[in-house]
Nanobody, 125 residues
Framework: QVQLVESGGGLVQPGGSLRLSCAAS????????IVWFRQAPDKAREGVSY???????DYADSVKGRFTISRDNAKNTVYLQMNRLKPEDAGEYYC???????????????????WGQGTRVTVSS
């Protein structure tokens, strides 16, 4: 059974940091492109950050310079380091995987066959 499991969410003050993890089982993560999506309450899901199997990365404009995506293939895990968090960063964060995705479709949900169940990030004073 293929599973992606997110962890690391929680409550943080504005300006704080969190590191999210996406741990895979049932597949070798090194063979997949991975993306982080997020969804705020009553809003559409949006792409946040992408990392290819060969470690090409991409970010939404709203998080550039604050978030960093990385992968540790030995641990079969992808990470999202989130710094200088803002209230608008709050929401449910999901990781998703694809065997291949073209450059102009990196943040399209329909490109990803495997999804985790999400981890919640709350940014509040």
């Amino acid at each position: 059974q293929v599973q992606l499991v997110e962890s690391g969410g929680g409550l943080v003050q504005p300006g704080g940091s969190l590191r999210l993890s996406c741990a895979a089982s049932g597949l070798s993560l090194e063979d997949f492109d991975i993306v982080w999506f997020r969804q705020a309450p009553d809003k559409a899901r949006e792409g946040v950050s992408y990392i290819s199997y060969d470690e090409v990365t991409d970010y939404a404009d709203s998080v550039k310079g604050r978030f960093t995506i990385s992968r540790d293939n030995a641990k079969n895990t992808v990470y999202l380091q989130m710094n200088r968090l803002k209230p608008e960063d709050a929401g449910e964060y999901y990781c998703a995987g694809s065997s291949w995705v073209s450059r102009n479709r990196r943040f399209r949900m329909d490109q990803y066959a495997f999804w985790g169940q999400g981890t919640r990030v709350t940014v509040s004073s």
